[in-house]
């Protein structure tokens, strides 16, 4: 039972444009959601999150958009740089009995062309 | 300087052999997480822990075990039960508090048998 979805296992955008990947989630015990971002043999890093008493969080070229009703966030990032060719991972928190479990969905590999 | 060390990089085992991931944090984490990486699968929660001499069964815990007899360290054993056990495996550590925060990850263990 997959909790936390990323449809499009991959994505190519033209450097410069704006890249959009997204997530769906079913568990609305979730109220926590983070973007990772992972190159191959590497761990991922963490890029940006987001509680969900709100719907938006910015930081620099990225901003992450929460629809809870909907159950689905996504990362945009704008402009999109070749240096940021990598998968990216959404993540959700939920706490269960005071253990914080995060569930990970299964990547968006994002290929910038020049 | 802190972080997060997974230990070795590289692994080979027999099989039916037990074997041993180490990962360490000198973060003052006490939340602790081990995932395990499969091509299109994303990653997938093998074990986590909340605080020392405690921890809880993740999506995909058969097959393996783990002990948290320290907070800084959290070793996850691949033991002969796991049936397929060639994985690039992650380990994570998160501050715990009141409100959620982001967790950091090693560089990961390629375990592969052979």
């Known amino acids: 039972d997959q909790q936390v979805k990323q449809n499009s296992p991959s994505l190519s955008v033209q450097e410069g444009r704006i890249s959009i990947l997204n997530c769906d989630y079913t568990?609305?015990?979730?109220?926590?959601f983070l973007w990772y971002k992972k190159y191959p043999a590497e761990g991922p890093t963490f890029l940006i999150s987001?509680?969900?008493?709100?719907d938006k969080n910015e930081d620099g070229r990225f901003t992450v958009f929460l629809n809870k009703s909907a159950k689905h966030l996504s990362l945009h990032i704008v402009p999109s740089q070749p240096g940021d060719s990598a998968v990216y991972f959404c993540?959700?928190?939920?706490?269960?009995?005071?253990?914080?479990?995060?569930?990970f969905g299964t990547g968006t590999r994002l290929t910038i062309i020049p | 300087d802190g972080g997060i060390t997974q230990s070795p990089k590289y692994l080979f085992r027999k099989e039916g052999q037990n074997v041993t991931l180490s990962c360490e944090q000198n973060?003052?984490?006490?939340?602790m997480y081990w995932y395990r990486q499969d091509p299109g699968q994303g990653l997938r929660l093998i074990y986590y822990?909340?605080?020392?001499?405690?921890?809880q069964k993740g999506d995909i815990a058969e097959g393996y075990s783990v002990s948290r007899e320290k907070k800084e360290s959290f070793p996850l054993t691949v033991t002969s039960a796991q049936k397929n056990p060639t994985a690039f495996y992650l380990c994570?550590?998160?501050?715990?508090?009141?409100?959620?925060?982001?967790?950091?990850f090693g560089q990961g263990t390629r375990l592969t048998v052979v």
């Open positions: 993540a959700a928190s939920a706490r269960d009995f005071g253990n914080e479990k995060l569930t």
């Open positions: 822990s909340q605080i020392v001499n405690d921890f």
């Open positions: 973060l003052n984490h006490d939340a």
């Open positions: 987001i509680s969900s008493i709100k």
């Open positions: 568990n609305s015990m979730f109220d926590y």
């Open positions: 994570a550590s998160r501050r715990q508090g009141a409100s959620y925060t982001e967790a950091f």
